[in-house]
């Protein structure tokens, strides 16, 4: 019987890791979320992902990298949005190897 009590216990943690990580995206500010919704767009050009930032957001492209790049290294930015997250790193990697 304790077998089948610990089984349920880790179900209930398992649980309430998946309910931690539904609310992960709630953690970060509107703006973070924002900024990792344009983060994950294509874009077919600087010119239009610019005046996304500026009108969406009401910051220069400056402040939406700076923004971005924080946001790269904070772990409720990777629950929230990890496939946006784990492409941009991968993209600063290689950047900071050419230099």
Not at 27 to 46: I, K, T
Request: glycine share 10%; hydrophobic share 40%; proline share 5%.
């Amino acid at each position: 019987m304790a077998e089948g009590e610990a089984q349920e216990t880790g179900a209930a943690g398992a649980a309430d890791e998946a309910g931690a990580a539904d609310t992960a995206g709630a953690e970060l500010s509107a703006r973070d979320l924002a900024v990792l919704e344009l983060a994950g767009r294509s874009w077919s050009g600087p010119g239009p992902r610019d005046r996304a930032i500026r009108e969406r957001l009401g910051i220069s492209p400056t402040a939406f990298f700076q923004l971005l790049n924080a946001l790269l290294d904070d772990p409720r930015a990777l629950r929230a949005a990890p496939a946006t997250v784990n492409r941009w790193r991968r993209t600063r990697q290689r950047h900071a190897e050419n230099r």
